[in-house]
T-cell receptor, first 110, second 112 residues
């Protein structure tokens, strides 16, 4: 079973601090990795994607990928209350299937 | 573009009834995915299409579920007969390439 694993949380982070979200995947053939944000009662929306080992930064968000360890992470700097949501990690395998983790609930404390 | 459009937004039905969920993908997107989301199992891939052709339906839970994409502008997911355990939010998503998915608003299905 090819899976994407995430800690369900909730992860509580003070406003202004760095939130760190982690994800592991089991399929070594996975090629691309994504972070989606889902507000309660809403649909997921893509916020970051990464293909290569290392870091990728976009504004307050940094995605990190380590293919040797099969590990993906998302850092959110200067956390805001509006960042409170569930963050879904996803991986695309060689069959073009996009598999999601169950998500981590993030709560930014004002 | 209006984005991915799903209908209905909410569906309440009785066990044994047929349920049809509908999706209109973003124009020009070649890929269409159907997912189901529950608290217990998260977001599960049911089936996906490329250029209207079903590519992988291994996530369809059983024969009660079927999905079609008769043209580039429309797909439906049918459950017949429906069961209480089918209650979930069903999302349709489309993409230009099978990576950056754009999700519809979802259909909240309740089977009583």
């Amino acid at each position: 079973q090819k899976e994407v694993e995430q800690n369900s949380g909730p992860l509580s982070v003070p406003e202004g601090a760095i939130a760190s979200l982690n994800c592991t995947y089991s399929d070594r053939g996975s090629q691309s990795f994504f972070w989606y944000r889902q507000y309660s009662g809403k649909s997921p929306e893509l916020i970051m994607f990464i293909y290569s080992n290392g870091d990728k930064e976009d504004g307050r968000f940094t995605a990190q990928l380590n293919k040797a360890s099969q590990y993906v992470s998302l850092l959110i700097r200067d956390s805001q209350p509006s960042d409170s949501a569930t963050y879904l990690c996803a991986a695309k395998n060689r069959d073009d299937k996009i598999i999601f983790g169950k998500g981590t609930r993030l709560h930014i404390l004002p | 573009d209006a984005g991915v459009i799903q209908s209905p937004r909410h569906e309440v039905t009785e066990m044994g009834q047929e349920v049809t969920l509908r999706c209109k993908p973003i124009s020009g997107h070649d890929y269409l995915f159907w997912y189901r989301q529950t608290m217990m199992r998260g977001l599960e891939l049911l089936i996906y299409f490329n250029n209207n052709v079903p590519i992988d339906d291994s996530g369809m839970p059983e024969d009660r579920f079927s999905a079609k994409m008769p043209n580039a502008s429309f797909s439906n997911l049918k459950i017949q007969p429906s069961e209480p355990r089918d209650s979930a939010v069903y999302f349709c998503a489309s993409s230009l390439v099978p990576e950056k998915l754009f999700f519809g608003s979802g259909t909240q299905l309740s089977v009583l």
